[in-house]
């Protein structure tokens, strides 16, 4: 079944230590991209990725870092996460930039 | 930046009736999405219009864009239980900046029973 995984669902972590939300899609498609969702403000894209070793930033990448080793892979990894980065995380991918996206199921993040 | 903005934010029918959602842009865009999502969950790609099409369907929903009111429309026919989620409109970025799409606030939609 063609998808997007995001691991884990759900994470409680405290202001300061390092996590990562995994991304996996198993589509083959070129461009991968993290996005935010918060209440009254929509989605808002973190960081992108138009193929292997090739990412960007998006419109709120402060505080994020991304990595695209493999291209199936696209790891969003909070450094030093504070409780500004309380979020619903979504990742995302497309056969090119602009084609119709495929999104995980989210990540629910709380930072305390 | 936000690029869409839908309208209304939020919308309340009768099952059996239509559904029409609104969507706003600023900038010149290569085409414009339609998702929705059920509370909580991933967005589903529901339709995608070009920038030179005017009308698209699929299924019970029908879009359209008026380019040059930088504005799209989705109708949802015969509304169902099922239909009840937020409809996002999304759209390119032709105009540079960072790559990929936008994303308005969202529609919520009801249909009640």
């Known amino acids: 079944e063609a998808q997007v995984t995001q691991n884990p669902r759900y994470l409680i972590t405290v202001t300061g230590k390092k996590l990562t939300v995994t991304c996996s899609q198993n589509?083959?498609?070129?461009?991968m991209s993290w996005y935010r969702q918060d209440p009254g403000l929509g989605l808002r894209q973190i960081y992108y990725?138009?193929?292997?070793?090739?990412?960007d930033k998006g419109d709120v990448p402060e505080g994020y870092k991304v990595s695209r080793k493999e291209k199936r892979n696209f790891p969003l990894i909070l450094e030093s996460p504070s409780p500004n980065q309380t979020s619903l995380y979504f990742c995302?991918?497309?056969?090119?930039?602009?084609?119709?996206?495929?999104f995980g199921n989210g990540t629910r993040l709380t930072v305390t | 930046s936000q690029q869409g903005e839908e309208d209304p934010q939020a919308l309340s029918i009768q099952e059996g009736e239509n559904a029409t959602m609104n969507c706003s842009y600023k900038?010149?865009?290569?085409?414009l999405q339609w998702y929705r999502q059920n509370s909580g969950r991933g967005l589903v790609h529901l339709i995608l219009?070009?920038?030179?099409?005017r009308e698209k369907h699929s299924g019970r929903l029908r879009v359209t864009l008026d380019t040059s009111k930088k504005s799209s429309s989705l109708l949802i026919t015969a509304s169902r239980a099922a239909d009840t989620a937020s409809y996002f409109c999304?759209?390119?970025?032709?105009?540079?900046?960072?790559?990929?799409?936008?994303f308005g606030k969202g529609t919520h939609l009801i249909i009640q029973p």
């Open positions: 995302a991918s497309s056969l090119a930039h602009n084609s119709p996206l495929h």
């Open positions: 219009i070009r920038s030179n099409e």
């Open positions: 589509m083959n498609h070129e461009y």
């Open positions: 900038t010149s865009i290569n085409n």
């Open positions: 999304a759209t390119d970025r032709s105009g540079g900046g960072a790559d990929g799409l936008t």
């Open positions: 990725s138009m193929n292997v070793e090739v990412t």
